[in-house]
């Protein structure tokens, strides 16, 4: 095993420690065990796997578990945003980028800049001259508005707001509904001039409580997770969405509904064993389907494997929750008109239904 890309931030570490990390994974991978942080002496390894990749990340210190995690998945993002595939080769072939990259999104074990777009400002794949001077770093690394540029100028301002819900839902062979949830997010594409504000309404269950507004139809959010723009000191002091758009594409936050769905496709089947190497499957509520597999004409007085039915569909103009954009208000200096357009969408995620 090679190590690619190897950064000693706070400079506690001997890095020859890594060299254990292989081998506690091969041990860990004959017992059939798979630990997500694994120990040697004081050395702690958190890691993740991306393709043939280990992602590693080492400490002696009690460090926050769930901020490295966060920090280790968010690098792979920004390598695959840069190499558009992250794979042993891609790596090699862009060491160059990689070690400029792991220099700035860290700091003496601190995450710093981790958004590829203002990464892209100073950070390029292309060769470029040399300015003559002190450099100057970009004004979005001294700004307190890290994950969008200044002087970003548009003839035409819009925002196009997409609200995506998947269904994720397990029926039984008898017709129970075993698992069931919503998963949601709302994703943002701002074509806008300057500095804006915004500020998204929703039909939020909490927010309709506080202003006394309970007999609206709301719904009820569960493990909320906003982009960084959005101030959650305002969101947790009176539930507004307030904050300044990342330029182009991002997903503002998603969100998680745990109660039970009314199934939006059902499917009966009747799966009839004609012969050896026949079977016919009868399935319907409005449609009858008669599908036939070539089988292995071999006799087993095995049961056959019978796999869920998994179904893929997608509703436009439509959310199972009922959530709804109230409002979304943009707000620039400059005073310019902006125009957003809204979109919902609800589609399948794992959408399984057993069958007898």
């Not at 710093?112 to 400002?121: P, W």
């Not at 893929?312 to 929750?321: G, H, L, M, Q, R």
Request: with cysteine.
């Amino acid at each position: 095993v090679s190590y690619s890309g190897l950064r000693n931030y706070m400079g506690n570490m001997d890095m020859n420690e890594v060299d254990h990390f292989m081998p506690i994974m091969m041990r860990m991978e004959e017992d059939a065990e798979s630990l997500p942080l694994v120990t040697h002496g004081s050395a702690h390894f958190l890691w993740i796997k991306h393709r043939n990749l280990y992602l590693v990340a080492m400490t002696k210190k009690n460090a926050n578990a769930a901020l490295v995690y966060s920090f280790l998945y968010k690098m792979v993002e920004v390598f695959k945003e840069y190499f558009k595939e992250l794979e042993e080769e891609s790596i090699r072939d862009n060491f160059v980028t990689v070690y400029e990259l792991m220099d700035e999104v860290m700091d003496f074990g601190f995450p710093q800049t981790t958004d590829s777009k203002i990464l892209q400002e100073y950070i390029t794949q292309q060769g470029h001259k040399l300015d003559v001077g002190a450099p100057r770093p970009p004004a979005t690394v001294t700004n307190a508005v890290s994950w969008r540029s200044e002087g970003i100028k548009y003839r035409k301002n819009e925002v196009f707001m997409d609200v995506i819900e998947s269904v994720n839902l397990l029926v039984s062979a008898t017709g129970s509904v075993l698992r069931s949830e919503i998963v949601g997010s709302i994703k943002l594409k701002v074509v806008l001039s300057g500095m804006p504000e915004l500020r998204l309404g929703l039909n939020d269950k909490v927010l309709f409580e506080i202003t006394g507004r309970e007999k609206c139809k709301t719904v009820e959010l569960e493990d909320v997770k906003f982009h960084q723009c959005v101030r959650l000191s305002r969101f947790e002091n009176d539930r507004t969405i307030s904050f300044i758009p990342p330029d182009g594409e991002s997903e503002l936050m998603s969100y998680r509904l745990n109660t039970t769905v009314k199934p939006l496709i059902w499917i009966e089947s009747v799966i009839e064993k004609f012969s050896h190497s026949r079977v016919e499957i009868k399935g319907g509520k409005e449609y009858m389907m008669r599908a036939h597999f070539g089988l292995p004409s071999v006799e087993s007085t095995e049961l056959e494997g019978r796999r869920p039915i998994t179904v893929n569909f997608e509703i436009p103009y439509f959310t199972v929750s009922g959530i709804q954009v109230r409002y979304l208000k943009i707000i620039e200096k400059s005073g310019y008109e902006a125009l957003p357009w809204v979109r919902y969408i609800t589609q399948s995620g794992d959408y399984q239904l057993r069958t007898n």
